[in-house]
């Protein structure tokens, strides 16, 4: 996923202009391709502490505070999340600093109290007492303030947690007090995205220099002094089917069944791409049915969803996998086994794990009332080099209406409980080891299944040039 960092000058004291103009920046993130934009320390209010500290009740925003409503909305109508940073009520009475964290579809993903406060802060606010935690587009994020990068429990706890990325907003008055972003990184493993706060405020004058920083490169990106955004392309750091942290989810099954979606739900439209003759694509757990069902009934008007593949049979799971190793061998000849059992997991997961062959994943994408294909940014199951990586949910350089189609998509399946494989639009899956991961859940619902594929049912107007297993 593409990360974004903004900075610009906040209205002292004026939350209503301030949230206008970040709902401003969370469309422009999304209109060049940022899945999340990180806002800076008190970047709704301003650093103003003797004046919250004179008014805090004033100065605390809920959630649902109608001021912070533009930026709700900015998310949800661009599908970009976004990390609000401001003075928000304390779980335990008194006054937080707190960032809050707006997912696409502008749902509160979690809140994050600043734990170890500075200076005049300890006199204002309550310190928090939680560490921030959420997962978006395949990371797994840690949220820190300012103050708390200083302590290197902090990132330790980050990087024993399995974050991949660590979000800051601070407020630094000097380059030399966003130096030390360089060593966190490449100690602790992190990637590091700061927004920074641009122009005065109680400790000075903030310098801007917002950006991000990788553990093996340094600083690669950086906003400068200037207002506006600065980008950077996490995409590598998304967690892959082939991360231990996947296999390592227990399973405990079920015993859902598997349906055929042509006679379990009609509704739905089924795709001529990848069908076997016996049906088994068409297969998919009742869980996952029901949950395609309900996001089609939240689809707009004239849109529809349309299946390409359920289940898939463990052996041809394998042989999926083992042919496109054997492509990134033949392009990489340099590259070393465990390259490139991630790399082929972007497209194709390991067999031993794979949601497909537990009949909790499903491959789908939108069609028309009469089943004429829309602009998704590209063709569903076009790999990562036949698409120049659009096949990422959150690529750039998608068309306008690729990425509303795919906001439309995305929305109607995370609202029905599906998560999605972040290399691929179309894969979505419920109830798998990828799915437990993604949501916290302590196990899985559903383990690999070996089944006898049913057979087919007569033909329809839907069905083409059947693709033997």
Not at 408 to 432: F, I, K, M, Q, R
Request: proline share 9%; hydrophobic share 40%; charged share 20%.
């Amino acid at each position: 996923m593409i990360l974004a960092a903004a900075q610009f000058i906040p209205v002292p004291l004026d939350a209503a202009a301030n949230a206008a103009r970040m709902a401003g920046l969370v469309t422009e993130a999304a209109e060049r391709g940022a899945g999340l934009v990180v806002f800076a320390e008190l970047a709704l209010t301003g650093y103003e502490l003797d004046a919250i500290a004179a008014a805090p009740e004033r100065y605390a925003y809920a959630p649902d505070a109608p001021v912070l409503a533009p930026v709700v909305a900015a998310c949800r109508a661009t599908g970009t999340a976004a990390v609000v940073n401001c003075p928000a009520p304390a779980p335990d009475g008194g006054l937080a600093l707190t960032s809050y964290v707006y997912g696409p579809d502008g749902a509160l993903l979690t809140r994050y109290d600043k734990r170890h406060l500075h200076g005049q802060e300890k006199a204002v606010f309550t310190p928090g007492r939680t560490d921030g935690r959420c997962t978006l587009g395949g990371l797994r994020i840690a949220l820190a303030t300012c103050y708390d990068t200083a302590r290197p429990e902090v990132w330790e706890r980050a990087a024993a947690d399995g974050c991949g990325v660590l979000l800051a907003s601070a407020f630094h008055d000097s380059a030399e007090r966003t130096e030390g972003y360089a060593a966190a990184a490449r100690e602790h493993g992190l990637h590091v995205v700061l927004a920074n706060c641009l122009g005065p405020g109680s400790p000075g004058i903030g310098c801007g220099l917002s950006g991000a920083w990788s553990p093996e490169a340094g600083r690669i990106a950086d906003a400068g002094a200037e207002a506006g955004l600065v980008l950077a392309d996490l995409r590598e750091r998304i967690t892959l089917m082939s991360n231990p942290a996947v296999a390592a989810v227990p399973v405990m099954e079920c015993g859902e069944p598997l349906l055929d979606v042509r006679t379990a739900a009609p509704e739905l439209r089924i795709s001529g791409t990848r069908q076997d003759a016996p049906g088994a694509f068409a297969q998919l757990r009742t869980g996952v049915v029901e949950r395609l069902l309900r996001a089609q009934k939240a689809l707009p008007d004239g849109l529809r969803l349309q299946l390409v593949e359920g289940y898939r049979p463990p052996a041809l799971q394998r042989r999926y996998f083992e042919e496109y190793a054997a492509e990134l061998r033949t392009a990489h000849p340099e590259w070393p086994p465990a390259r490139i059992r991630d790399a082929a997991s972007r497209y194709v997961s390991p067999p031993e794990i794979a949601p497909h062959s537990a009949g909790g994943a499903v491959d789908v994408q939108l069609v028309t009332a009469d089943g004429a294909e829309v602009d998704m940014g590209s063709p569903v199951n076009a790999s990562p080099e036949e698409s120049a990586g659009a096949c990422y949910t959150h690529a750039p350089g998608l068309t306008a209406e690729a990425r509303a189609h795919r906001r439309v998509l995305s929305a109607a399946l995370e609202g029905a409980g599906l998560v999605n494989y972040p290399t691929e639009w179309w894969h979505w899956s419920y109830g798998d080891r990828y799915w437990a991961l993604m949501t916290g859940a302590e196990h899985c619902r559903y383990g690999p299944k070996e089944v006898s594929p049913p057979a087919a049912p007569p033909p329809s107007d839907t069905t083409a040039a059947h693709q033997p297993w």
